[in-house]
């Protein structure tokens, strides 16, 4: 009974003795050094740059004051068919997106010139016995104008691409207005006298303002396209000083155009050119 045990034993001395060995001769498996890892970069919200450009039709409107017209012998006035036609505006500008939902560009744009014409009835007492005289003015000239503006838009959310907006821009407005001349018609009684009045070129510096609505769409990363309404108020011009064409008068008063408006559809393009792209993460830190 003894021999047994002690060959038992034996046996498993050679048998742990051998597991050993060949533990020994495996390669060792340890777990991987622990890494560590920067936090990931922030967005870089700086790329926000963009440059536009648009193309608008515009819709003139505004009160013209004509200077006999202002004396007290006038009687009544009756304006018929003071209007603008068409014209095209051209604009370029640079602007900022802040963020999804505000944004801000400096614009500049030239309004081509269109015509202004108009026709005026008055009765105006001239006294001396002639008393109260009927007389017709027809008016003819062309308007143009230079805008620089500095505007607000708030993007109003995205659906499929299109993003509504609205904005407010103030900035000012160089009008000028030439080639004006006044046809003036009086009513004699017995027949009709006519006379040709022209005025000289001018320009006047004034307030403007605007306020958009629209709807963009963003064609890609890097270009957007707009399609907007704008209401711009252009303040106030005037014409030079004006002379008579049998030279009784030399250095007559400028006309007045007041409350310029314009109701402007423009199609625009936004090109955002300097993205700045985030920076690449850092390399991995590992410890061994």
Partial sequence: MRSVKFLVAAGAASLLSSVGALAADMPQIMPPPPQYYAPAPVEDLGGGWYLRGDIGMTNTHGKLFAPAYTDASTVSVDQLGHEFTGGMSYGLGAGYQFNNWFRMDVTGEYRSRVQFSGIDYANVNFGGGLGVLPIGDSYRGGYSSWVAMVNAYADLGTWWCI??????????????????????????????????????????????????????????????????????????????????????????????????????????????????????????????
Avoid at 196 to 211: E, H, N, P, R
Avoid at 227 to 235: E, I, M, S, T, V
Avoid at 242 to 263: E, I, K, Y
Wanted: net charge neutral; charged share 15%.
């Fill in 163 to 288: 993003t509504p907006f609205v904005g407010v821009g103030v900035g000012g407005a160089y009008n000028t207005f030439s080639g004006f001349s006044d046809v003036t018609t009086v009513n004699l009684g017995g027949g009709t006298t006519s006379g040709l009045y022209q005025a000289s070129s001018a320009s006047k510096l004034d307030l403007a303002w605007a306020l958009h609505a629209g709807l963009s769409y963003r064609v890609n990363q890097n270009m957007t396209i707009e399609l907007a309404y704008r209401y711009l108020d252009l303040g106030t011009g005037l014409t030079g000083s004006g002379a008579s064409f049998d030279g009784t008068v030399t250095n007559g008063r400028p006309f007045q155009f007041r409350d310029l408006t314009s109701q402007d559809i423009r199609l625009g393009v936004r090109w955002t050119c300097c993205d700045v792209a985030p920076p690449p993460p850092p390399p991995i830190i590992t410890k061994g």
